[in-house]
């Protein structure tokens, strides 16, 4: 790893792990994610917690599930969602509900998918976690093209949806291919004592140097490379 990367990043407050198989990379994670969840628990009661969907975050959630908590007390939501019914095989709240399986029945679940249209489910949701905030840990990922949750270059309202002032918590938006998607906004994301982003491979970690120079505009991810993100990296594609 460049020590003119990790000199960047501390000056801007973001912290590094780096693992160095994705078995591990999965394995520190949900440790550091477990151990958050206890914190906030024994602060407040219970831990609110955002998690992200697609394949790399697999292991990850298995190893998650094999921690010993308190998971009652845990309140579990989504980063993004496909605006797609959670029997569908894209759906990340499938993807939750059978990788986290031998705990997910024990956690209090806000979906985002709900089946109306994507504006009022977003509205919905936006009502419920609105009795949440702020969150307590967040796991986001990144594309290929910056895009981190389901906040893509391009679309025509990402200005605000970025922001810590955004005016939602949850936003309907379009993937870059058009398909429907919901998605927390920097309100909430932003709003999350802990903050962790989970990369792989060379392509990702070339994608996040050169965030470090680019607007949020044209790569989302940067609006989030600051304190208090912690960025965990295998350098093997997960």
Known sequence: MSSALLAALRERGVGWVQTPSPGAQAR????????????????????????????????????????????????????DERW?????PESNERLLRTHLQPVFDRLQWQGLYQGTSPAQDAALADNALARWAPLDVVVLGMGRDGHTASLFPGQPQLREWLEPSAGALCAA??????SPRLTLTGRA??????????????????????????????????????APLEIHYCPDQA
């Open 189 to 226: 994301l932003h709003s999350a004592r802990r903050q962790l982003l989970a990369i792989s491979g060379e392509q990702k970690l070339q994608v996040l140097i050169d965030a470090l120079e680019r607007e949020p505009l044209d790569c989302p991810i940067a609006a989030f490379l600051r």
């Open 173 to 178: 938006t379009l993937a870059a291919d058009g």
């Open 84 to 88: 797609v019914a959670a029997d569908q």
């Open 28 to 79: 520190v994670l949900a440790e550091s994610v477990a151990m958050s969840l206890r914190e906030a628990q024994a602060a407040r009661g219970q831990a609110r917690l955002a998690l992200s969907g697609g394949r790399s975050p697999i292991p990850f959630l298995k190893a998650l599930a094999c921690h010993v908590l308190d998971w009652e007390q845990v309140k579990l939501t989504l980063v």
